[in-house]
């Protein structure tokens, strides 16, 4: 049924609270691995750990706030929030490697994303700090840091494709 209304006529809502839709999560994210020009590693211990109850040990990753939002945008945003670590500080390096990973969501993480959505895309970048760069994490994500030469990162990571991404980095790390 369509409604007419006199020009000039407006409406407004009804008192109360109005009720809001769930924000779901945008199923395309970044995964930025954070290193020194030694290529030791950055790795970020998650409040909660693995579905199977190990640490859950991590670069930095993170959700596009919003569909417009860019790729380098959403990776400098996630490492000042996760890290306190400023992307486009002197001494700083981010580079976007062109890469993307497809994979299939975690099934205990699905409420997150709209009905139907199974599949996440992460695109991959790498931002190399001073050796001294600090660390300050967010405690309600993260509850440890440590740096590691690059293999051993790789092995203590528990997400298959941030593993694979961080032996990737000799071919994308500075020279």
């Not at 954070?34 to 290529?39: F, G, V």
């Not at 945008?73 to 490697?97: F, K, Q």
């Not at 740096?147 to 298959?160: G, N």
Request: aromatic share 10%.
């Amino acid at each position: 049924m369509r409604r007419t209304f006199p020009a000039g006529s407006t409406m407004t809502a009804p008192p109360g609270p109005v009720p809001s839709l769930p924000a779901f999560k945008i199923p395309e994210s970044v995964l930025v691995v954070i290193h020194t020009p030694a290529l030791d590693v950055l790795l970020i211990r998650r409040a909660v750990d693995a579905p199977d109850g190990q640490p859950f040990w991590q670069s930095v990753t993170g959700s596009k706030d919003s569909l417009q939002e860019g790729w380098r945008e959403t990776a400098v945003r996630e490492v000042l929030e996760e890290t306190g670590i400023s992307a486009d500080a002197p001494g700083c390096t981010l580079r976007d490697w062109g890469l993307e990973n497809v994979y299939d969501i975690y099934p205990q993480w699905l409420h997150r994303y709209a009905p139907g959505v199974r599949r996440n895309t992460e695109h991959l970048f790498s931002l190399q700090v001073p050796a001294t760069e600090p660390v300050v994490l967010s405690p309600r994500e993260h509850q440890a840091w440590a740096w590691w030469p690059w293999r051993e990162a790789a092995h203590r990571c528990f997400s298959p494709s941030n593993a694979e991404a961080i032996l990737l980095l000799p071919q994308f790390a500075l020279p």
